[in-house]
């Protein structure tokens, strides 16, 4: 028979999976009402489990819903992955001990373990599947102030690897660990263009819908003075930017194809319930 934590356990996996689901297969895209009923579902799982730590859990919500409600309007996350993370926190607010580690995690909120889980599995991914497979090519020759940022980010985790290993110590698995995110993220770095290009697809405004990132990063010159004075041009494409634009007959870089990071969020979940917090396991405390 199912005790807790078991239920909210196989509940935040079975949910995290659905979405990683729809997220891969569905173009990035998870149905608003699937969305709503994860919500509900996990006030329903709080109120039932986390009756102890309400406060605390409501805190941590609040938290949660503030900041990514901002980086959901600036365009820096979706609007699914924002109502994942609240859900994530309404099912599992605070974990005390991972199921393989068994290293104390100091009552930190879980969702905490999930982003930096998450933020790790993507910048993995990212070089891997951007660079060498997305293009299906050769990866452009890069210019030597990327090389250049790539060697400043190299020597910046050495420097860190140094600074962990002199103060907590180091296991060989957190200097792998550490030597997989530094080569990942110099790669990303070098290669950035490549990366970008690989996630984009160039498309009239009229064609955009409702949530698109638009990579302004991308845009050139001329196309960013084409849309100056559009106030509600920005990052996210909100339906008065698409009213406003419709009929601009310019093509612009809307991320079509980028990180399912849904499916990063269902790995941070299973990393953080089995290792815990990854800076807790890195540095062995």
Known sequence: MLTYPEVPVIILLLVSLAYAMFDVFNRRNVPN???????????IVAIAFNYNVLTTMFGIVAVVAVFGW??????LL???DVM??????????????PYVTSLPQFNFPFIISVLIASGYAALIYIPIYYIAVKRNCKPSKPNGKDVRSGILILASY???IFFIYLTFGLRIDGIILIVLLAGASALTVIYEKDVYRGMVEFIYPKMLEEGDM?????????????FEGIRSFGRLAT???????????????????SVPFALFIFIGVVISL?????????IGV
């Open 33 to 43: 009402t699937f969305v709503y009923a994860t919500v509900i579902l996990g006030f």
């Open 70 to 75: 901002i980086l959901y309007k600036s365009g």
């Open 78 to 80: 979706g609007g699914g």
């Open 84 to 97: 994942e993370f609240i859900f994530i926190s309404l099912v599992f607010p605070i974990q005390n001990i």
């Open 158 to 160: 050495i420097i860190f």
């Open 214 to 226: 638009i990579a302004t990063n991308m845009m050139s010159n001329t196309q960013k003075k084409r």
């Open 239 to 257: 339906g008065k930017l698409i009213n406003d634009t419709k009929n601009i007959k310019i093509k612009i870089p809307v991320y079509r194809d």
């Open 274 to 282: 089995v290792l815990g917090n990854l800076i807790l396991f890195i």
